[in-house]
């Protein structure tokens, strides 16, 4: 019975194990969380300004009241979230270069977080040049 076993695992091509060299994370995996993390940053404020660059929601009071609203946008404001929009790409599109670079070995995976405000950005600057 064991005669089997033996036989298959001298079957199998026998690899030596490549040592681990990385002692942790190195000046490009810290690149690359930095982009990340910078990018994720910078939405918030894009988030902020969006909000505040949207027409007003004109209340049951505002009409009582005959308080004026705004009901266009406010185009400064919404071209400062479309340059930060520019930015987070820019800053998303280095942290993927760099993260391809780091794509050598099967541990090595691509960061999502990159990915998702890369696609987040492009959306936002499509949206605004199509408007």
């Known amino acids: ?17 490549i040592p681990e060299k990385r002692k942790g994370p190195d000046l490009l995996l810290k690149a690359i969380s930095l982009s990340g993390f910078f ?9 902020v300004l969006v909000q505040l660059a949207r027409p007003e929601f004109v209340t049951f009071f505002d009409r009582w009241i005959k ?8 185009l400064t404001l919404y071209r400062y979230a479309f340059y930060l929009m520019l930015l987070i ?5 280095l942290g993927l270069m760099l993260n391809a670079f780091r794509m050598r070995r099967k541990t090595d995976s691509w960061r ?13 600057v499509t949206y605004y040049l199509l408007k």
Do not use: C, Q, Y
């Open 39 to 47: 990018s994720w940053l910078l939405m918030l404020p894009v988030l």
């Open 112 to 124: 999502i977080n990159l990915i998702l405000v890369f696609l987040l950005s492009l959306i936002g």
């Open 67 to 74: 308080l004026e609203t705004r009901s266009t946008w406010d």
């Open 89 to 93: 790409m820019v800053l998303a599109l």
């Open 1 to 17: 019975m064991e005669d089997w076993r033996k036989l298959a695992a001298e079957s199998e091509p026998h690899h030596e194990k």
